[in-house]
């Protein structure tokens, strides 16, 4: 599995980006993709989660009511809206896949995925 993320940027505080996740060589049924940041100096956060078995999404209570988590199975990608950005939303981004997982979202937002993307960076400035 090959996921690449796109779509970061910088922006100002109150901004919006979308973040893409494409998958390569497979489709995202039966998958759950996650979105996981790392800001510098601080532990990995898991931020957003899609099952794609049953449309079941997941939000960390720092972008809930912000972020929006889609997917599109035609073209493999799942989608990361984020409005009213926030200077703390500052991070590297990535994007990650379990493929047939055995437990819900918030499982796999502390523990992690199997299959890794590349890093986009977001950057908001106040």
């Known amino acids: 599995v090959q996921l690449q993320a796109s779509g970061g940027g910088s922006v100002q505080a109150g901004g919006s980006l979308r973040l893409s996740c494409t998958t390569s060589g497979r489709t995202l049924n039966n998958d759950a993709i996650g979105w996981f940041r790392q800001a510098p100096g601080k532990g990995r956060e898991g931020v957003s989660c899609i099952s794609s078995s049953d449309g079941n999404t997941y939000y960390a209570d720092s972008v809930k009511g912000r972020f929006t988590i889609s997917n599109d199975y035609a073209k493999s990608t799942v989608y990361l809206q984020m409005n009213s950005l926030k200077p703390e939303d500052t991070a590297v981004y990535y994007c990650?896949?379990?493929?047939?997982?055995?437990?819900?979202?918030?499982?796999?937002?502390?523990?992690?995925?199997?299959?890794w993307g590349k890093g986009t960076q977001v950057t908001v400035s106040s």
């Open positions: 990650a896949a379990e493929r047939l997982p055995m437990y819900g979202c918030s499982w796999y937002m502390k523990r992690g995925m199997d299959y």
